[in-house]
């Protein structure tokens, strides 16, 4: 069952939480759209849910703890794509999400302050020209959250509740929001400002062959793929193989 989160001033959530919002179609959003046949998808040309990690910055009060972002948002499908059987919505729509699976300790707050971190909870996105930004939240002060966690996941549908009916969408999981920074120097693991044996040993552990979401099992060096990632993935083809090791012997020594 949804729920407010309560006991906060209203100055406060201005500043923390996403609202709804009218701009040009963003590339870093989620699109919603139809297909021809009157399904609500989403569009491969705008951000894709389960293709991407999402690093979430640290939040430290005085309303969140823990990591969050109001991107990506939601926006609606602005012209025609045919070649990916993608449409406009049209007036009449009523777009809700709905939450089919979430991890623990992680949820998404809407601009009505109603918390969604269980199976079955909804929010309105908007009619046919939704486009709203509303809170992703890793919550570090959540009983369950689990601090060698580095990946949280949630799995959600589209619904219409409007005249125009259309079929629910195919399920789409956000793989997922991570607290995990990106690196400002591309190879250096250890964060060091330089790219030597220490972060080959890293590079070793994360190496797992193409097309294969790094697996490192070794806790002394990490156990998290973002990391691996973040790190050594310079094709951004989220696996660590053969091509990043040639880019990662162009950095060592520097």
């Not at 972060?199 to 002394?220: K, M, Q, R, T, Y």
């Amino acid at each position: 069952m949804d729920h407010l989160v309560r006991g906060l001033g209203f100055g406060c959530i201005v500043l923390v939480f996403g609202v709804p919002i009218v701009l040009a179609q963003h590339q870093g959003d989620v699109w919603v759209g139809r297909s021809a046949d009157g399904q609500l998808k989403v569009s491969p040309q705008g951000y894709m849910p389960e293709d991407n990690y999402h690093p979430l910055p640290e939040v430290n009060g005085p309303v969140l703890w823990g990591w969050s972002d109001n991107d990506p948002g939601f926006d609606r499908i602005a012209s025609d794509d045919p070649d990916n059987d993608v449409y406009p919505l049209e007036p009449g729509a009523e777009i809700w999400l709905e939450v089919i699976t979430i991890d623990e300790a992680f949820r998404l707050i809407d601009g009505a302050f109603n918390v969604l971190d269980e199976p079955g909870e909804e929010t309105h996105l908007g009619d046919h020209a939704l486009h709203v930004h509303n809170t992703w939240h890793i919550n570090s002060t959540d009983p369950a959250y689990d601090p060698g966690k580095c990946v949280w996941r949630a799995t959600f549908v589209l619904r219409d509740e409007g005249s125009t009916g259309y079929a629910e969408s195919a399920p789409f999981t956000f793989n997922g929001f991570t607290n995990v920074e990106v690196r400002d120097l591309a190879g250096d693991f250890d964060d060091d400002n330089d790219v030597d044996l220490d972060d080959f040993v890293a590079f070793a552990e994360c190496l797992d062959g193409p097309n294969s979401i790094p697996d490192p099992n070794d806790p002394a060096v990490t156990t998290c793929e973002v990391e691996c990632l973040n790190a050594f993935d310079s094709d951004d083809d989220r696996d660590i193989d053969v091509s990043d090791f040639a880019a990662f012997q162009s950095l060592f020594g520097g």
